[in-house]
């Protein structure tokens, strides 16, 4: 069965940083695009960026590269995404998708939570100031 498990989030002040893991499995991941959404009350889901497990295309939203960052590490089917200089307009729920994409994300779909099929349950992120 296809699961993903974020987390690392917590409560944090503003400046501060945070390491997000999203653990999949194996079906989850092998030739998945997996992206990272976040949520914050009252607001849309909010795509972040996304990476492809096999050949590590990333694609993210200009206004948030330079702070945040997505990695993964293959070896253990898991996908991070690096916060720093984190903004109380951060806080949010951070969650973790993927979608079955043989060769690469779709440019026009990765920021769009209705591509994906299968979702983690989330991670809170709070920022205080």
């Known amino acids: 069965q296809a699961q993903l498990v974020e987390s690392g989030g917590g409560s944090v002040q503003v400046g501060g940083s945070l390491r997000l893991s999203c653990a999949a499995s194996?079906?989850?991941?092998?030739?998945?695009?997996v992206g990272w959404f976040r949520q914050a009350p009252g607001k849309e889901r909010e795509g972040i960026a996304a990476?492809?497990?096999?050949?590590?295309?990333?694609y993210g939203h200009d206004s948030l590269e330079g702070r945040f960052t997505i990695s993964q590490d293959s070896a253990k089917n898991t996908v991070y995404l690096h916060l720093g200089d984190l903004k109380p307009e951060d806080t949010a729920m951070y969650y973790c998708?993927?979608?079955?994409?043989?060769?690469?994300?779709?440019?026009?779909?990765?920021?769009?939570?209705?591509?994906?099929?299968?979702w983690g349950q989330g991670t809170q992120v709070s920022v205080s100031s």
């Open positions: 990476i492809h497990s096999r050949n590590s295309h990333k």
């Open positions: 998708a993927a979608e079955w994409a043989m060769y690469d994300c779709s440019r026009e779909s990765w920021s769009n939570p209705l591509w994906y099929s299968v």
């Open positions: 194996a079906d989850a991941y092998r030739s998945h695009c």
